[in-house]
């Protein structure tokens, strides 16, 4: 593929990430209101506040899939390593390597918590709550390995140079 059209796909990436990027930041924003959980907060949650959980980590796991499915590959691409057929693991120890990620094993962590909840989050008010606030305190390594990457793309390829505001 050429460098051009990987630019433009990785823009289209970019901007879906900014946006998940976004509402998870608004979310949180409403969170702090309740937050730490635990299974006595958690089973008084209003449903608007339960709703607000909700967005948080659905936008969570849209933007750790966006990342890990598209913007990790496609940086690889641009710097022109050779991924191809590679597990997702290589893939992630090599972003560690190239310092695009601050932690390979932190990034799996956060795909368990987000694998648990899905599993848990309802039923088991103890065992949501914790995952609840462990995702909360994580996603600001998400939102920053996020960064990182938009803004190392952006001084090597000159990507987003132009800044949109995120639809709503």
């Known amino acids: ?4 059209v990987l630019i433009e796909k990785a823009e289209r990436v970019l ?3 900014d946006k998940h990027a976004y509402r998870i930041e608004k979310a949180k924003a409403k969170m702090q209101a309740f937050m730490p959980l635990d299974s006595k907060k958690y089973a008084r949650l209003s449903d608007d506040e339960i709703g607000i959980i909700d967005q ?8 750790q899939d966006a990342m890990g499915q598209k ?3 496609i940086t690889l691409e641009l710097l022109e390593e050779n991924i191809e057929g590679k597990p997702f693991i290589d893939i992630l120890n ?4 190239l310092n695009l990620i601050a932690s390979a094993d932190l990034w799996k962590e956060l795909r368990e918590y987000r694998n648990e909840i899905a599993h848990n989050y309802e039923d088991n008010p ?17 939102i920053s390995t996020y ?5 190392f793309l952006k001084e090597k390829f000159n990507l987003c140079e132009e800044e949109e505001t995120i639809d709503k």
């Open 1 to 4: 593929m050429n460098s051009r």
């Open 15 to 17: 901007k879906e990430c």
């Open 56 to 63: 948080f980590l659905f936008r969570f796991g849209k933007l």
């Open 71 to 73: 913007l990790f590959r």
């Open 94 to 97: 090599l972003m560690e390597k």
């Open 126 to 142: 103890a065992i949501g709550s914790q995952m609840i606030n462990a995702l909360y305190e994580k996603s600001d390594f998400l």
């Open 147 to 151: 960064s990182h990457i938009k803004n």
